[in-house]
C-alpha cells in the first residue's frame, strides 16, 4: 500500500511538499518490473546487475 505523508511546518495547500512512502513488506508483481521489456538494470552497491524474464516465466539475475 502506498502511502503519501507531509512534513510538519509546511504550509496547507498549493506549497505542500508530498512525499510517496513505500511499504517495503509488500510484493512487488513481476508484471511492473517488465511493463516494456523482459530485463531489468539494477545497480546494487556501484555493480549492476540485469534481471531477465525467460520465455517460461523464470527469472535469471546476472551480473
Known sequence: MDT????????AGANERRYLVLDRTLPIRSEKLF?????V???????????RRTRNGK???TK
Open 35 to 39: 511493463s516494456s521489456s523482459d530485463e
Open 59 to 61: 527469472l535469471i539475475l
Open 4 to 11: 503519501t505523508v507531509s512534513f510538519a511546518g509546511q504550509a
Open 41 to 51: 538494470l539494477i545497480n546494487h552497491s556501484g555493480e549492476q546487475y540485469r534481471l
